[in-house]
Each structure stands twice: as C-alpha cells, then as structure tokens.
T-cell receptor, first 121, second 114 residues
Framework: AQKVTQAQTEISVVEKEDVTLDCVYETRDTTYYLFWYKQPPSGELVFLIRRNSFDEQNEISGRYSWNFQKSTSSFNFTITASQVVDSAVYFCALSEGKFAYYGGSQGNLIFGKGTKLSVKP | DAGITQSPRHKVTETGTPVTLRCHQTENHRYMYWYRQDPGHGLRLIHYSYGVKDTDKGEVSDGYSVSRSKTEDFLLTLESATSSQTSVYFC?????????????FGQGTRLTVV
C-alpha cells in the first residue's frame, strides 16, 4: 500500500537558518511520482515540485532544493537561508503511475500529514 | 493560477441537513478530485472523477456523494451532515492522472456542522 510519512510535525527556526523537511514514502510500484506542496497561513495549496521515480537528479530552485533517494525511499526538501515568508505547512505526496483506462488508483495523490514550519525573525 | 473556483468558501450547517459544495474549473481538465483536510491527517481523498459522469470513491467516501454532469463542474454532496464532516474541503484538477501532471487546488471550503 502507498504511504507517505513526514515525521516532523513542527519545526521552528530563526530566519537565515537552513532547514530540511523529511519525507519517506512507501509504494510497490516501480513507476510513481512525488510532490511537494506548500500551504501558507492563507490556506491555499501551492504546488512546488513533481519528481518521477526514474529521475533521481536533485533539483534546485532558488533557495529550495530537493533530494530524491530511491535507496532510502526519501524525498527531502531543503530551504536555504529561510525567510519569514517560508512559514507554512509543507506536504509531501505520492502518486502511482496508473492510468484511468487501466483502472486502479487513477494516480490519486496520497499526502503525508504535513510539517508546519515556523520561521522567526 | 489555475482557474478553479470553490463555492461556498465558508458554510455553517446543522446536523442532518444536506449540503452541496461546488467546484468549477475553466481549464477543461479531465480529472477532478475532492479532498478533505483535518488536523493530524493531512489531505485525504473523498471522491474523484475521470470524466463526465465517471466518478469513483476515494479513501474516505462514506457519507459523501458526487456528480459530474459537465466537464467544468464537480459537486460534492453530504446527504445528511454530521459533526465529523466538519472540515476544510479542497477541490483539485489535473490534466491527466496526477502521476503525470501536478494537481492544482482550489482555495478550499471551510464547512462547520453544528
């Protein structure tokens, strides 16, 4: 069965610190996709990144970077030089690579329970 | 921003009453989803749709029904609201199954059942 674990419920850092949010997933599929979403205090869900199971390259986007390691089933998210605006709940999610016409899960997202990040000035 | 509108944004209703939440999209995406968000649970899938009149159950579908008569609209109905259905409800859309593309979310509907 699919499962996503975000062991850190809450993290508090001081501005300019680096912070890593952990995500561990479980799936039996060889084809799957991993996502990170951000939910700021305003409540909307903002897509950050999608990664497929065949691409283990790390990705960097500005202050954000992601480390995907299939060997440990982890997809960790690092914010460098954190800012107050980074304060949010961050969700990691997993989707298997099934297609609608094949039946199955339809590739729905399975979310972790989220990590609340507080960045203090 | 993806064109997704949820209505209403906030609703308070009494136990036992029927409630319908609406999700409207302007992106012409095939797939639509309803999730609920509760503290300590993250987001959980209620129902999803893979086309007009094609819907299926998700992880927490008991007490909910859905309908999709047009590509752009996906309705979530609580037949007889209970306090356990107090939650924030999110609609999402995706161009293909969410494995292949990202899902975009609406702004959420906060439902309180008293």
């Amino acid at each position: 069965a699919q499962k996503v674990t975000q062991a850190q419920t809450e993290i508090s850092v001081v501005e300019k610190e680096d912070v890593t949010l952990d995500c561990v997933y479980e799936t039996r599929d060889t084809t799957y996709y991993l996502f990170w979403y951000k939910q700021p205090p305003s409540g909307e869900l903002v897509f950050l990144i999608r990664r497929n199971s065949f691409d283990e390259q790390n990705e960097i986007s500005g202050r954000y970077s992601w480390n995907f390691q299939k060997s440990t089933s982890s997809f960790n998210f690092t914010i460098t030089a954190s800012q107050v605006v980074d304060s949010a709940v961050y969700f990691c999610a997993l989707s298997e690579g099934k297609f609608a016409y094949y039946g199955g899960s339809q590739g729905n997202l399975i979310f972790g329970k989220g990590t609340k990040l507080s960045v203090k000035p | 921003d993806a064109g997704i509108t949820q209505s209403p944004r906030h609703k308070v209703t009494e136990t036992g009453t029927p409630v319908t939440l609406r999700c409207h999209q302007t992106e012409n995406h095939r797939y639509m989803y309803w999730y609920r968000q509760d503290p300590g649970h993250g987001l959980r899938l209620i129902h999803y749709s893979y086309g007009v009149k094609d819907t299926d159950k998700g992880e927490v579908s008991d007490g909910y029904s859905v309908s999709r008569s047009k590509t752009e609209d996906f309705l979530l109905t609580l037949e007889s609201a209970t306090s356990s259905q107090t939650s924030v409800y999110f609609c999402a859309i995706s161009e293909s199954t969410t494995g292949n593309t990202e899902a975009f979310f609406g702004q959420g509907t906060r439902l309180t059942v008293v």
